[in-house]
C-alpha cells in the first residue's frame, strides 16, 4: 500500500512509486494508487521537463528516450528529488505508451542513460578540439566548455596579451578583481588594530566552506582593520574564499568552531596552528568515498557503516575503532560525501567499537578493512556499486 502526498513534488511522487514497483506481480504498480493519478504525476513532470526534452531530441544526436532519462537524472529543478531510473521508467511508461503494458525496467532505462552520457561525452570532446592544438586535455586538468555572449567572447579577445590563452585572460582579469588577504594576516590586523585576543571560524551547517564565518572577540569595542574591510576574499592554503567577520561578546557560546588564534589562557592556539587546522578542514569538508575510506583506513578505522535512516537530513555515519572509541579528527569536519551523480549530507557521525557494531542494529555496511576484527567488506571499484550500497532512504536525501 501506498500513499502519495498532495504536497510532495512530482519527482518525490515518481520515486516513491518507482521504489514500490514490482516486476513479478501481474499489476507491477502498488495498491492504492490509480494508474490514472499515476498518469496525472507524470504528465505534471512533462509540463516541467517536456518541452526541453522535446528540443533536445529534436536538435541533437540523442533518442527521445535518451533525452528523456538523461534530462529527468541531471537537470531536475532546484528543491526537488532526482529521478530514480525507476520513476523514469514510470514516466516514460505513462507518456510514451499510453499506460500500456508495464514501466521499464531499471536496466533498460539505465542503458538509455549510459547511451545518452556517452554521445554527450563525445559531443564535448568534439566541441574542444575544434579549436588549433594543442588540446585542452593538454593543457587543463579539467577542461570545461564555457558558454558566453559573443560581445563577451569579442571583450575577452580584446583584453588577451600576446601569448596568453583565454584561460590565462580569465584567471588575471579576476585576480585583478578581487582584493584577498590571507587568514594569517587577517588575525594580525585585527590583533595589531583592534586588539583581539580570540578569532574562530563558525562550522554553521554542512556548507560552512562555501562563505566562512569568522568571529572575534576583544575586551573593548573592535573596528575593522581598514585591509579586512577592503577584502573580498581571505585565503587560507592558497584558496580563496568569500568571508564575512562578525565580533561577539561571549566566545563560549559560539557553538561548534575550528579556533584560528586563542590568547586569552593557556596554552591558547597560536595563529599558524589555527590556520593549519583550518586549511585541514576545509580539505576534508567534502570527500568522495573512496577518499574517505582511504583516510579513515590510514587513521586506523577498521570499517565503516551508514544508519539505514537519515538523521539531520543527511547521512548518519558510524565508523568503527579502536576500544577507547575515539572519533577521528576529519570526522569532526566531514560535512559532505560526494558520490558519481550526487552529494549526501553528513547529519550526525557516532564513533562506535567492533563490540558495538556487533549490537548495531537498522545499519548497513559500507566498508571494512582486509585485516580488522570484523568481517572484510572492500569499496566497489564501480561507483554505481558505491552508490548502491548506501540506503535508499539516505540517497533520496542527496
Known sequence: MVELRSEWKPSKKLNVLGDALDFGAVDPFPEGVSRDRIEESCYTVRTLYGEYIDELTERTALSQREAQTWVLRNLVHEGSERFSYEAIGVYIWAIGRGTEGDPLSRTIVSTYHERAERKIEAAEETVKRTGPPPYPDDRFDEPTILWVEGAIADRLQSRTVPGETY??????????????????????????????????????????????????????????????????????????????????????????????????????????????????????????????????GDDGVWGLAVGDDPTAAGAHLYPIVASDGSKPRLLRYLKRISLDDRTVTVGATTAITPAEYDELSEATPLWAHDDGPIDPLPLPDDPADRRERLPTAVLRTA
Open 167 to 296: 584561460n590565462e585572460t580569465i584567471d588575471r582579469l579576476l585576480r585583478d578583481t578581487r582584493e584577498d588577504i590571507t587568514a594569517s594576516e587577517l588575525v594580525d590586523a585585527y590583533r595589531s588594530e583592534a586588539g583581539i585576543d580570540y578569532c574562530a571560524v563558525k562550522l554553521l551547517g554542512e556548507h560552512w566552506d562555501r562563505k566562512l564565518t569568522i568571529t572575534v572577540h576583544a575586551p573593548t569595542t573592535v573596528d575593522t582593520p581598514g585591509r579586512v574591510e577592503a577584502a573580498d576574499a581571505v585565503v587560507v592554503d592558497g584558496g580563496p574564499r568569500p568571508f564575512a567577520v562578525e565580533v561577539t561578546a561571549d566566545p563560549t557560546a559560539l557553538g561548534p568552531v575550528i579556533d584560528v588564534f586563542d590568547n586569552r589562557s593557556e596554552p591558547g592556539v597560536d595563529t599558524e596552528a589555527g590556520v593549519g587546522e583550518l586549511a585541514y578542514a576545509l580539505g576534508v569538508t567534502e570527500l568522495s568515498l573512496p577518499a574517505l575510506v582511504e583516510r579513515l
